[in-house]
């Protein structure tokens, strides 16, 4: 199989692992907090998520550069767009886990996460609102943009302490969600 060939097979919805993978490693870095685990780990499991997005972000910028049709197909698709966004939350669950190493990198990651993750989401999901899109076309996966992302954003921005970011995360962030989640369906 030719690098190209591998580039292409890989599907965007493979950004799902690095939240499972990251929700595993969360629970054992508060694990350790409480004495009930080895932190080392926690910590081995927030690398790993974070080596897998970066991987998997790298394969992505290639993806956009020699096939660029094939990423546009795949942001039009209806059954699978919804997974791009992780690719931005991905960024913010990787800078959660940098906070207590590279502030600033941490911090870098999150806006530039947390911003993308906003542009997909009123790009991408805009038409929604405006009833240009089949109900019937409305999958689990769909929640992605405007549910699970806007909750990653709201924990990083918790996480890292930005108080004045906190207060826009309670009412745009978990509002937004809210209304989104019952209106979808």
């Known amino acids: 199989m030719s690098f190209s060939q591998f580039v292409h097979r890989v599907p965007v919805s493979f950004f799902g692992m690095v939240l499972g993978v990251f929700g595993l490693g969360s629970a054992w870095r508060y694990a350790a907090t409480l004495g009930l685990g080895p932190a080392w780990l926690g910590e081995m ?7 897998i997005w970066l991987t998997l972000t790298l394969i992505y910028v290639v993806r956009c550069l020699t096939e660029p049709k094939a990423v546009r197909e795949e942001f039009l698709n209806n059954n699978q767009f919804s997974f791009i966004s992780l690719l931005p939350a991905g960024g913010v669950l990787v800078s959660t886990g ?14 530039a996460g947390a911003t993308g993750q906003l542009i997909f989401s009123a790009w991408r999901c805009a038409p929604l609102w405006r009833g240009e899109f089949a109900s019937e076309a409305t999958t689990p996966g769909f929640y992605l ?9 709201a924990m990083a921005f918790g996480t890292a302490g930005k108080s004045s970011i906190c207060r826009f995360c309670r009412g745009f962030y978990f509002r937004s969600p809210i209304f989104c989640w019952p209106g979808l369906s």
């Open 45 to 51: 499991l927030i690398f790993a998520g974070s080596f």
């Open 98 to 111: 940098l906070h207590p190493y590279n502030l600033l990198l941490a911090n870098t990651l999150m806006t």
């Open 145 to 153: 943009p405007t549910v699970a992302a806007n909750f990653i954003c």
